[in-house]
């Protein structure tokens, strides 16, 4: 059974780079191409899309946050990693990551979540 | 970007009563469309994908439908574990994948 586990500082200080790595277990990141999903939610609010990236590395990030992004993927552990620079409250949030339920490129509806880990921002 | 609107933005029903969520793009995403609940404390679930098509072990009382621009999930005779958050979301065109702001199912 596929699972997705999200692991980073829970609190990150303004101007600093946000980092969290996506873990994994259940399935290799290689055997399918699938579009690995960042999304975050803020407290009391709805769902962003941050950005999304295949298993050989092809990057595809929301244009809202771009300028700041960078996701990374790791074969060798089974990891997805991102990085948000230049971080403010407004990036205080519940961070997720997800996998889709299919490969294909319209097949972009999120079908395996994990449990989220929330990130703080503050001095 | 697609923009993404529901409505309403929360609803009142009582146990056992329908429940029609609807959802509207910004310009055609074809059939390309996602219905998520989400409950307190815990992750999305997808519930819809194609539209209308359930994804893995979701009951038969939730359904969606529509095209193009106009969407509904309806959720035939409300039990108490369905009242949360649903969200639909986008994904014909992305870069960006874009949500709705959720709809507020609450008992009546």
């Known amino acids: 059974q596929l699972q997705l586990q999200e692991s980073g500082p829970g609190l990150v200080k303004p101007s600093e780079t946000l980092s969290l790595t996506c873990t994994v277990s259940?399935?290799?990141?290689?055997?399918?191409?699938?579009?690995w999903g960042w999304l975050r939610q803020p407290p009391g609010k709805g769902l962003e899309w941050i950005g999304s990236i295949s298993y050989s590395g092809s990057t595809y990030y929301n244009p809202s946050l771009k300028s700041r992004v960078t996701m990374s993927v790791d074969t060798s552990k089974n990891q997805i990693s991102l990085k948000l620079s230049s971080v403010t409250a407004e990036d205080t949030a519940l961070y997720y990551c997800?996998?889709?339920?299919?490969?294909?490129?319209?097949?972009?509806?999120?079908?395996?979540w994990g449990q989220g880990t929330m990130v703080t921002v503050s001095s | 970007e697609i923009v993404m609107t529901q409505s309403p933005a929360t609803l009142s029903v009582s146990p056992g009563e329908r429940a029609t969520l609807s959802c509207r793009a910004s310009q055609s995403v074809r059939t390309n469309l996602a219905w998520y609940q989400q409950k307190p404390g815990q992750a999305p679930r997808l519930l819809i994908y194609?539209?209308?098509t359930r994804a893995t072990g979701i009951p038969a009382r939730f359904s969606g439908s529509g095209s193009g621009t106009e969407f509904t999930l309806t959720i035939s005779s409300l039990q108490s574990e369905d009242f949360a958050v649903y969200y639909c979301?986008?994904?014909?065109?992305?870069?960006?994948?874009?949500f709705g702001g959720g709809t507020k199912v609450e008992i009546k």
């Open positions: 997800a996998r889709p339920y299919s490969t294909s490129w319209y097949g972009n509806a999120l079908d395996i």
């Open positions: 979301q986008q994904y014909n065109n992305w870069p960006p994948l874009t």
């Open positions: 194609g539209a209308s």
């Open positions: 259940g399935d290799s990141i290689s055997s399918d191409s699938y579009y």
